[in-house]
């Protein structure tokens, strides 16, 4: 049972580059969400998903996207990085949206 | 939105020390975790605590969800619990959680 799983776990990107990080999760929950790490503050929301097909935004969501197409996948992409976008990114997931959420290891994105 | 506040912001103890940690909120909540963020980045979940008490080995942790806060309890700090120490809530039905900044706590050999 791998839990949540992120890719990649490090990236560089130049400004203006586009990319997809990836969350995965074997647990068949229906909550996902995506959380970015800035240095001296605590997570904050990007994205969520309540099931599939369906997305709505967190706290932070300019310069994001994201899709739910499956129960177990769900992507986060960087249309237009931008060096305000360098950050550690986390995924979540939990059975809904009241029951505790696990996460994944992280992606460390640097934008140039 | 709700605020989440918590203290102290850093916290340096000797190893075996016993340590309190706090995280007050401003509004009611019905979701409230503690995360411990290892210096690998990993957010490992503490405990899922709305009210009431709970205990997992050297841990412990206490919500009075009338008085908006919770407290974390480390007994006989070891080197490993070093990290940062997050509190998180949501409220109603609002699918959002809010985190603290956070607190650092350093355990010295």
């Known amino acids: 049972n791998a839990g949540v799983t992120q890719t990649p776990k490090f990236q560089v990107l130049k400004t203006g580059q586009s990319m997809t990080l990836q969350c995965a999760q074997d647990?068949?929950?229906?909550?996902m969400s995506w959380y970015r790490q800035d240095p001296g503050m605590g997570l904050r929301l990007i994205h969520y998903s309540v099931g599939a097909g369906i997305t709505d935004q967190g706290e932070v969501p300019n310069g994001y996207n994201v899709s739910r197409s499956t129960t177990e996948d769900f992507p986060l992409r960087l249309l237009s990085a931008a060096p305000s976008q360098t950050s550690v990114y986390f995924c979540?997931?939990?059975?809904?949206?009241?029951?505790?959420?696990?996460f994944g290891d992280g992606t460390r994105l640097s934008i140039l | 939105g709700i605020q989440v506040e918590q203290s102290p912001p850093d916290l340096i103890l000797q190893e075996g020390a016993n340590s309190t940690l706090r995280c007050n909120f401003s509004?009611?909540?019905?979701?409230l975790q503690w995360f411990h963020q290892n210096p690998w980045g990993q957010l490992i979940n503490l405990f899922y605590i709305p009210s009431g008490t709970k205990q997992n080995g050297r841990l412990s942790a206490t919500t009075v969800a009338t008085e908006r806060y919770s407290l974390l309890y480390i007994s006989s700090s070891q080197t490993t619990d070093s990290g940062v120490y997050f509190c998180a809530v949501k409220t109603g039905a609002n699918s959002k959680l809010t985190f603290g900044k956070g607190i650092t706590l350093s355990v010295r050999p």
């Open positions: 647990m068949n929950h229906e909550y």
């Open positions: 979540a997931s939990s059975p809904n949206s009241g029951q505790p959420q696990h």
């Open positions: 509004d009611s909540v019905n979701n």
